[in-house]
Nanobody, 123 residues
């Protein structure tokens, strides 16, 4: 069983930054991909970013590319999402996920999910 716990969310003004963390416990050897998704009120869950535990591949949604950076620390079993130049449109609950998706951006391909952390961007 894999357990994921997000942290680092909060309230920030437009243009500010936040760093989200995802602490991973349990056996993750079969979950080769870590992803970040978000869901805003009245909207579908959407893909944000993904990274592999092994290898250099990363993937970003067009809406966050150039502003957000996903990274990992294998020794700490942690994944991070550095969010810069935040906009009100980024307001959502952010979830980390683990799995072996055929397509990084599709949530159905992930087997494990955290409880989420709220990010609110105001101006």
């Amino acid at each position: 069983q894999v357990h994921l716990v997000e942290s680092g969310g909060g309230l920030v003004q437009t243009g500010g930054s936040l760093r989200l963390s995802c602490a991973v416990s349990g056996r993750t050897f079969s979950s080769k991909t870590m992803g970040w998704f978000r869901q805003a009120p009245g909207k579908e869950r959407e893909f944000v970013a993904a990274i592999k535990w092994n290898g250099p591949k990363t993937n970003y949604a067009d809406s966050v590319k150039g502003r957000f950076t996903i990274s990992r620390d294998n020794a700490k079993n942690a994944v991070y999402l550095q969010m810069n130049s935040l906009k009100p449109e980024d307001t959502a609950v952010y979830y980390c996920a683990a799995g072996a998706p055929q397509i990084d951006g599709l949530s159905d391909g992930y087997d494990y999910w955290g409880q989420g952390t709220q990010v609110t961007v105001s101006s």
